[in-house]
């Protein structure tokens, strides 16, 4: 699962971009498949909780 477009393609529906939503919904992967593993805490440079935001990803876009 690619974590940064997910990412990006979320902070891009916060801001408005109307567009956005399609091209997340026509991903292979989204936010819905986090096993909920913790392996992308650990990673994160910026120390985001990652899977707290897959969940508020999948929340958001419904998938």
Do not use: W
């Amino acid at each position: 699962m690619d974590i940064g477009t997910i990412n990006k393609f979320y902070d891009l529906a916060k801001i408005g971009d109307d567009m956005v939503q399609q091209h997340y919904l026509a991903l292979s992967k989204n936010a819905s498949d986090c096993i909920v593993c913790g392996h992308c805490n650990s990673r994160c440079p910026c120390f985001v909780d990652q899977m707290t935001r897959m969940q508020e990803i999948v929340a958001y876009f419904g998938k």
